[in-house]
């Protein structure tokens, strides 16, 4: 895996350390949403290949997806890869190392592809530098097929696919994940955020839309400022009494 290190974005990676700390949903929020998706992934027969994620920001939409990824590696699950793009950020923000950091980790996160990803990087150590085509066949479509049934579902996590350089990104994107959705000998689930204008791929895709979350302040000032507004009254004016003008989230 040495060679194939030398061309995937390590900014790009779920617990990269450029990104850390990434942005995550805050804990008791997103409930609903996260279970929506979790269902998805679950279902054994779903109709759809694609989970489009849209939100009103960027940062909301990102931390909902770094939660989703971290639930699927706190449970180990086999085979599934992230990428993140961030606009601006070398390596980041184009799609010329998407697939080989997505093949790494997909390496790395399951055993059994390991080894048919090594043989494909010995057959054509290049295979980094081929064109984004090649690459996903290559380096994660042929693997795949090569494991032994039953496979489960091969899992994708694309984060601001709109923060991909170039106007024909998306569009080069969804043409070659359609060709790839039209295999019935490939099983793949893709969650992306960021494709705007986009709710149906290929005829294959459901959209969650992040309502703005109204809770979350209201449980961490219940929970940590509450007890100091506590303590104020009864240390300064001698009350256990405290009037609640109100609670709400900016933004």
């Known amino acids: 895996m040495q060679a194939l290190n030398l061309f995937i974005s390590h900014g790009a990676l779920q ?83 998407l697939f080989s950091t997505l093949a790494y980790q997909l390496a790395i996160n399951t055993p059994s592809m390991r080894e048919h990803i090594e043989n494909a990087m010995m057959e054509d150590p290049a295979l980094p530098m081929r064109s984004a085509a090649t690459q996903l066949q290559k380096l994660i479509i042929n693997p795949f097929k090569l494991l032994p049934p039953p496979r489960s579902p091969l899992i994708l996590i694309i984060d601001g696919l709109d923060e991909c350089e170039g106007k024909e990104c998306q569009d080069a994107f969804l043409a070659l994940i359609s060709q790839v959705l039209e295999d019935p000998a490939v099983m793949i689930q893709l969650i992306v955020s960021g494709l705007q204008g986009h709710e149906h791929v290929g005829g294959a895709g459901v959209c969650l839309i992040l309502d703005p979350e109204k809770t979350a302040v209201a449980i961490y000032l219940s929970k940590y400022t509450c007890a100091f507004f506590f303590y104020i009254a009864h240390e300064r004016f001698h009350t256990d009494i405290i009037v609640v003008v109100g609670l709400f989230r900016v933004g």
Not at 40 to 66: D, Y
């Open 15 to 97: 617990d990269s350390a450029a990104r850390n700390p990434p942005p995550r949903c805050l804990p008791g929020t997103r409930k609903k949403e996260k279970e929506k998706i979790r269902s998805w992934i679950e279902e054994s027969n779903a109709c759809s290949s694609v989970f489009l994620i849209q939100g009103r920001t960027a940062v909301e939409k990102t931390a909902f997806m770094q939660t989703i990824a971290d639930q699927l590696q706190a449970e180990n699950r086999q085979p599934y890869a992230c990428f993140f793009f961030n606009r601006g950020v070398v390596g980041c923000d184009n799609m010329d190392q």
